[in-house]
């Protein structure tokens, strides 16, 4: 199954959070999967219409998901899924 990592960012935001396998079949199950057990975490990553927040990105195995308003890129058993705040500053 997928595992689902986090970045310190994130982890700052939901003290416990941790590298999760996850059983959803797409990144939308996978991000209900992960607000079950981290309470909060979907709306921080979602916006108001279910699209991925301008300060919130996922990569699939490395590489950046290219919907992120469906959230439908494909990702098999094995890959990992890191979810990242995007941080900004000087």
Known sequence: MPTVKFTYALKRHFPGIKDTPARGSTLADILREMDANY??????????????????????????????????????????IYIMQALSGG
């Not at 921080?44 to 300060?55: A, C, F, P, T, V």
């Not at 992120?68 to 098999?76: E, I, Q, T």
């Open 39 to 80: 309470p909060g975490v979907k709306s921080y990553i979602l916006d108001e219409q279910g699209n991925l927040r301008k300060h919130v990105n996922i990569f699939i195995d490395g590489t950046m998901i290219n919907d992120r308003v469906r959230l439908s890129d494909p990702f098999s058993e094995n890959s990992e």
